[in-house]
């Protein structure tokens, strides 16, 4: 091997990147060269004294702590649903029975509207998986403070959608802040308030998006009990809305008076089981 | 292994190492503590389907690369990435492949000097973004060319050169700060 053919493999030679076959040529090209044994004797002294030693910076305290309350947070069993996943071919042929077996049943009995809705589920499942981030400080805010029109600026460019955000009116709400989030696939404007003391999650998604999933104008307030969190669906005004809280309706608060009368027709609650 | 367990431990065994690589990506203490736990969020989703024998800190590192990268095109930033010019500037008869893969400054003089650790620490710190991240994941982590091909998603050949052009700038900063000299001299005399 020559000399400027054992200089461009240097590097990879002492990082340990070479074949064995051209590390024997180049070490026996060491053995016979000098200059080249030099400069390898250089190059690994280069390293031994001054890389070697390097080590990851230690993450902060504040950083381990985090980490530590994140870590004891998480469920013992990991969640079912990490996104929609390719169904293998058993659970294809479990899912369509399910859904041969639903739609026999659902023509059969007629019931309400909500006892197919997947989507709705999928959506309240997203939504209070990522109140918790919030809730938690996991998922902290991009924006902390400013007026609703300042905030809807924030979003202006960086969401593909105009972000309108309801006037706070009231005196028992608190905007804690705002960020980017997203539920399952779909990108979203999320909002988080505390409301009576409890944390109370507005998630506001693209109409179009909304629309795709089939959910239909009726009931206009589609509300959805999973883990423990009260879910209200909702679209109005050119957008559509995932609130998340352990307050039920009153969350409405958010965006409503309370002598506002609204409709929440009883037959339109999921009491989702997931 | 019950495998929250499992996570937990492999998660803090390479604590330091997460922290370090999100903040070499977002160059901010708080956006490197929310890119960390969202990255632990996604692996701990995916680790049903983590393979035992590959690295954990790959994978990891590879997870925490996507979640940066989705979260920049979410905030609509443009990441910062900085590709070979070409070979203008060069001096003649150097190709970009000789110079991309040669050694790029006799150690010498930085030798003699003793720096410490810590000013060799800086001056990684100080590279370019795009630099610092080969120079840290090959000369910190320790991994291997095809391992930093794979978490930053490039060939091997722009792993080699971008760790080349890093190591490079690292040692002119070494021997500026050793002798006040700013200009790089390469082995080849140049």
């Known amino acids: ?98 859904v041969l077996f639903g739609g026999v049943l659902w023509l059969s009995l007629q019931r309400p509207w909500h006892a197919t809705n997947a989507p709705l589920i999928r959506l309240a499942e997203a939504s209070v998986e990522q109140h918790q981030k919030l809730a938690r400080g996991v998922l902290p805010h991009d924006i902390t403070h400013g007026t609703p029109k300042a905030v809807e600026q924030w979003f202006k460019g960086r969401l593909d959608f105009n972000v309108s955000l309801p006037e706070l009116t009231r005196d028992d709400l608190t905007f804690l802040g705002g960020r980017i989030s997203h539920l399952r696939d779909l990108d979203v404007a999320a909002l988080h308030y505390r409301v009576e003391g409890k944390d109370v999650s507005l998630f506001i998604i693209p109409l179009e998006r909304y629309q795709k999933l089939g959910l239909g104008e009726s009931p206009k307030f589609k509300m959805v009990t999973h883990q423990g969190y009260d879910v209200i669906v909702w679209s109005s005004h050119g957008a559509a809305y995932s609130l998340v809280s352990e307050i039920g309706d009153r969350s409405c608060l958010v965006c409503h008076s309370r002598e506002e009368k609204l409709d929440f027709p009883t037959d339109s609650r999921v009491h989702d089981k997931l | 292994m019950d495998q929250k367990v499992e996570f937990q431990a492999l998660t803090l065994r390479n604590l330091d190492s ?104 800086e001056a990684i710190r100080r590279l370019p973004a795009v630099m610092r991240e080969v120079v840290e994941l090959r000369e910190i982590e320790e991994l291997s060319y095809q391992d930093i091909a794979v978490i930053i998603a490039k060939p091997i050949g ?27 001299r390469s082995s080849y005399g140049l």
Not at chain 1, 32 to 44: F, G, I, N, Q, V
């Open chain 2, 158 to 184: 722009t792993v080699m050169s971008r760790l080349y052009r890093g190591r490079n700038l690292l040692r002119s900063a070494l021997q500026e700060s050793a002798t006040g000299r700013a200009k790089p």
């Open chain 1, 1 to 98: 091997m020559a000399c400027n053919v054992t200089h461009l493999k240097l590097f990879q030679y002492l990082d340990g990147e070479l074949s064995e076959e051209q590390r024997s040529e180049l070490e026996s090209h060491l053995a016979s060269c000098r200059d080249c044994r030099h400069l390898a004797d250089l190059e690994r002294s280069f390293h031994q004294t001054y890389l070697a030693p390097l080590r990851p910076d230690p993450a902060p305290e504040r950083v381990r702590e985090q980490v530590a309350r994140l870590l004891d947070a998480l469920p013992d069993q990991q969640p079912r649903s990490a996104g929609w996943r390719r169904p293998s071919a058993v659970g294809l042929l479990v899912g369509l029975a399910f």
């Open chain 2, 18 to 121: 997460m922290y370090g690589y999100a903040h070499i990506l977002t160059r901010n203490d708080s956006e490197a503590d929310d890119l960390l736990q969202e990255t632990l969020l996604r692996a701990f989703r995916a680790f049903g389907s983590y393979k035992r024998h590959l690295s954990f800190k790959v994978w990891l590192f590879k997870i925490m690369k996507n979640a940066f990268i989705d979260r920049e095109r979410r905030l609509r930033v443009r990441p910062v990435e900085e590709e070979w010019k070409g070979d203008e500037g060069l001096p003649k008869g150097l190709t970009k492949e000789l110079f991309l893969y040669a050694v790029p400054l006799d150690p010498e003089e930085i030798l003699l000097r003793r720096l410490t650790i810590e000013e060799v620490r």
